[in-house]
């Protein structure tokens, strides 16, 4: 096979301020989730997997934020 005419095609690399912005809202989404069952097993004395759910939860809801503003400042 023969290479294309146009080797030197510029292609974006890094990824836009709007999907910066929905990826943020989605893991934030599923951050606030994870505290929510965190939370409902608290309420069901199953202190084990409670601790686990809010630490992950806890983790997910803080990296969603920080990608989410950090596509805002892009953007602008």
Do not use: C, Y
């Not at 301020?17 to 309420?43: P, R, S």
């Amino acid at each position: 096979m023969n290479p294309p005419d146009d080797p030197q095609r510029n292609r974006p690399s890094k990824l836009s301020a709007e999907a910066l912005v929905g990826i943020g809202i989605t893991v934030g989404a599923f951050g606030l989730l994870f505290l929510l069952l965190g939370w409902a097993q608290h309420m069901r004395e199953v202190k084990g997997a409670a601790v686990i759910l809010l630490a992950i939860g806890a983790v997910l809801f803080v990296i969603g934020s920080l990608t989410a503003l950090s596509g805002s400042r892009r953007r602008s």
